[in-house]
Nanobody
Framework: QVQLIESGGGLVQAGDSLTLSCAPS????????MGWFRQAPRKEREFVAA???????LYADYAQTRFTISRHNAKNTVYLQIISLKPDDTALYFC?????????????????WGQGTQVTVSS
């Protein structure tokens, strides 16, 4: 069974930094685009950032300055670094994989999803 495993979340203070990681279990996602989404309490899941297999990157407008997505293809891992965390960043962060290969903001483009890693930012 294919799974995406996220890690790196936790309880942090405002102003701290975190790096989330995502790696597949059970297969490689060679050629796939990878995306990060988040869902805050009582809100819809929203796009954060995506990276194509070749390294093309998309960010949500709010994520342009404090979020950095990257991938290490040899390690089959994608990362999301968040700096200067704010309480509004509190959410369950999901990793997703798209066989299209091109980075996409649309959740419908992604066939595989992880269970999420919780990020909680205290003020």
């Amino acid at each position: 069974q294919v799974q995406l495993i996220e890690s790196g979340g936790g309880l942090v203070q405002a102003g701290d930094s975190l790096t989330l990681s995502c790696a597949p279990s059970g297969r490689t996602f060679s050629g796939y685009a990878m995306g990060w989404f988040r869902q805050a309490p009582r809100k819809e899941r929203e796009f954060v950032a995506a990276i194509s297999w070749s390294g093309g990157i998309l960010y949500a407008d709010y994520a342009q300055t404090r979020f950095t997505i990257s991938r290490h293809n040899a390690k089959n891992t994608v990362y999301l670094q968040i700096i200067s965390l704010k309480p509004d960043d509190t959410a369950l962060y999901f990793c997703a994989a798209s066989r299209m290969g091109a980075a996409s903001r649309s959740q419908a483009s992604y066939e595989h999803w992880g269970q999420g890693t919780q990020v909680t930012v205290s003020s």
